[in-house]
């Protein structure tokens, strides 16, 4: 059967900010796979609007295929998860939640997409940007020529990538993928509202 959890509408601003990837324990906690290696908004709301996976789970052990296969064929809506408490535990981080007491319950949340609205994400510091906002931004040199738009960024470690988008500059017709170290070497500035970003930065790098 699905989650006995309330069905909530999915705010317009929601953004998918993580994964609930099984149970922890047996006392209803659960085990979280941010997408974001900064994952402040995570933390700091305390409603989840939940949605099923967007691809099949498969039970960990033979016995969990039908309970698994219930949940899928029920659960289409939105679920409105009321968190108690999140925290980090060793290389994850876990929460628990209103009305999940045990690890059956925790359980019939695995592979659950997490989204929270954007507008209750916490204001970032100064200079400092969630990924969501750099999305879809032009970037353009010093010298104003066109380098493409942002389509994803990654973590390397000690440093986060843009990886931009560009129209076809080569024969053939295919995009050309840029990668630029989102740093103060490179980055001269973020224009949010302006959804630009400028870098020193030239096409042939």
Not at 171 to 187: C, D, H, L, Q, Y
Request: a negative charge.
């Amino acid at each position: 059967m699905r989650p006995s959890l309330d069905t909530a509408a999915l705010p317009v601003d929601a953004i998918e900010i993580g994964r609930i990837t099984d149970a922890w324990g047996i006392k209803g906690w659960f085990k979280v796979l941010p997408h974001s290696a900064s994952p402040e908004a995570l933390f700091s709301s305390k409603q989840w609007f939940l949605l099923p996976p967007d691809r099949p789970m498969k039970p960990k052990r033979p016995t969990e295929a039908d309970a698994v296969a219930a949940v899928q064929a029920v659960w289409t809506e939105p679920l409105l998860l009321t968190v108690k408490e999140v925290k980090n535990h060793s290389d994850t981080v876990v929460a628990c939640a209103h009305g999940m007491d045990d690890r059956n319950a925790a359980e019939s949340l695995r592979g659950a997409r997490i989204f929270i609205p954007r507008s209750s994400f916490p204001a970032a510091a100064d200079g400092e940007y969630y990924w969501v906002d750099l999305l879809g931004l032009q970037v353009v040199n010093r010298e104003g020529l066109d380098l493409g738009q942002v389509r994803d960024l990654m973590s390397t470690g000690p440093q986060t990538v843009l990886v931009i988008e560009a129209a076809a500059e080569v024969e053939g017709g295919k995009t050309v993928e840029r990668m630029i170290p989102f740093v103060s070497a490179f980055v001269d500035g973020v224009d949010l509202p302006g959804k630009r970003i400028t870098v020193d930065w030239q096409p042939d790098y």
